[in-house]
């Protein structure tokens, strides 16, 4: 068995790094989508009011309730699968939940990338503002969860600087080692 969770600031490469592991036949359990499930059970819209749910949950059930819910599924896909990735770790409260649950069994890989390459990237997704004000302030929410803490406790690091082919093999030959 193995567990490996990704951490990264917004626009790293978090969710490319999902997509690999997708590709690999690996389960990959987003964090992100207990968020939503919540903003949903609460009746808002996931889109409107991510951030604002995220900050409440960890409020109203430790800093750790993110990764407590995920528990469930990541168990769940480890029945039928070597190794799973947690896509989109938070903070070190999260990290250490997970430690506590998979032990030596857990792998912890940051991802890093500077500012304006991140900025670039969130731009060409259009899903997200890219402002310069919008991506700092997601920053500071991020690293404010704990993030940098978490970033500091990574067994690995990708630095996510190159062509998207160079960090999609990188990507690979990691989860394939932890299979």
């Excluded at 790293?12 to 207990?34: H, R």
């Excluded at 960890?58 to 469930?72: C, H, M, V, Y």
Aim: some cysteine; overall charge negative.
């Amino acid at each position: 068995m193995n567990v490996v969770g990704t951490v990264g600031l917004p626009g790293s490469g978090k969710g490319e790094a999902a997509s690999v592991a997708a590709e690999l036949d690996i389960p990959v359990i987003t964090m992100g989508d207990v968020i939503r499930e919540e903003c949903r059970a609460r009746g808002l819209d996931p889109s409107d009011h991510h951030g604002e749910i995220a900050v409440a949950l960890r409020e109203e059930n430790g800093p750790g309730a993110i990764a407590e819910r995920s528990l469930k599924p990541i168990r769940d896909a480890l029945e039928t699968h070597d190794t799973v990735l947690i896509d989109g770790i938070r903070s070190d409260a999260e990290v250490e939940r997970f430690l506590e649950a998979f032990g030596d069994e857990f792998t912890l890989v940051a991802i890093t990338a500077p500012f304006e390459l991140r900025k670039d990237r969130l731009s060409e997704r259009q899903r997200d503002d890219p402002s310069v004000e919008t991506l700092e302030e997601r920053d500071t929410r991020e690293l404010g969860f704990g993030m940098g803490a978490a970033i500091e406790m990574a067994d690995e690091t990708i630095e996510n600087t190159e062509s998207i082919e160079a960090y999609h093999k990188q990507v690979r030959r990691l989860l394939e080692d932890d299979e």
